[in-house]
């Protein structure tokens, strides 16, 4: 019996982990299909679950000679955005790990309050200091911005990965005569370096997701992805089947990436939770 009992809550969870799953990949699973429709099949109701596969809504994003550009804007966008906010969470996560003061707790609770602003609560005076700049539709102001609103998030993961690392051992640099340089990229760092890299994969996927300040900061030069989706909707109308396929495109990078870095990002989120 308690064998038996055992199984039946190994198919239990597993039968609602299934069903969880398909839950959540269900919108995608969706997307897919509805960009391999026509335009009458997608806005059919009820729902065409058989229909005839096309690439005819493919083949007119790709028609588009824009595409690369925008899909060149993510990438760049995306990289240089994490490579900047990862240069400026480290330092700041060693002080408040190991030059701990008074406020330290309260400004990163702080800081990461600041994730909860609603990015409209701050768009006009935002934009007003961007067009001031002159970086309006620009690749540096969105790097700017993508890494100004990543970072409150990267200094905390950072800060919680170094409090993991061994006192001691930064000690024994120290006494070794290492200098504080010597300390961060030859002695913490590379003990670090699975919660710094899922730190930047994380930051990857928040700045290839951003939608809201590519569509109201960019146009045509510096605009990513969502910027040449959010194009497929026209006072026409929505182009669900173009809209899906253009979707399709800029999420299969992503996933792919996240795919293939799973074990890494894995590694980097359970880092120092087992001694």
């Known amino acids: 019996m308690t064998r038996k009992r055992a199984r039946l809550r190994r198919i239990a969870i597993g039968g609602a982990a299934w069903a969880v799953a398909l839950w959540v990949f269900f919108p995608i699973l969706w997307m897919v299909l509805t960009g391999f429709k026509t335009e ?18 493919y083949r007119e994003v790709f028609a588009r000679e824009t595409y690369w550009h925008f899909a060149l804007n993510s990438v760049a966008i995306s990289v240089l955005a994490s490579i900047a906010a990862i240069l400026l969470s480290i330092p700041a996560a060693y002080a408040m790990a190991f030059l701990p003061g008074r406020r330290t707790r309260g400004t990163l609770l702080w800081m990461l309050s600041t994730r909860m602003l609603p990015p409209v609560g701050v768009l006009v005076p935002i934009y007003l200091l961007a067009r001031g700049m002159g970086l309006l539709d620009s690749r540096t102001g969105l790097v700017v911005i993508y890494t100004l609103t990543n970072l409150p998030i990267m200094v905390w993961m950072l800060y919680t990965f170094f409090r993991e690392v061994p006192i001691p051992i930064l000690e024994a640099g120290r006494m070794d005569g290492a200098t504080r340089w010597q300390e961060i990229t030859q002695v913490l760092l590379p003990l670090a370096l699975p919660g710094i890299a899922s730190t930047g994969l994380l930051s990857m996927i928040l700045c290839w997701n951003e939608a809201f300040w590519s569509l109201n900061l960019t ?18 109308g929505l182009f669900f089947a173009k809209l899906s396929a253009a979707s399709t495109l800029a999420v299969a990078p992503i996933l792919v990436f996240g795919w293939l870095s799973q074990k890494q990002l894995v590694r980097g989120l359970t880092f120092g939770a087992v001694k």
């Open 219 to 236: 146009s045509s030069a510096a605009a990513p992805l969502p910027t040449f989706i959010a194009s497929f909707s026209s006072p026409e």
């Open 40 to 57: 009458p099949d997608a806005i059919s109701t009820p729902p065409h679950l058989i229909f005839h596969p096309t690439l005819s809504s």
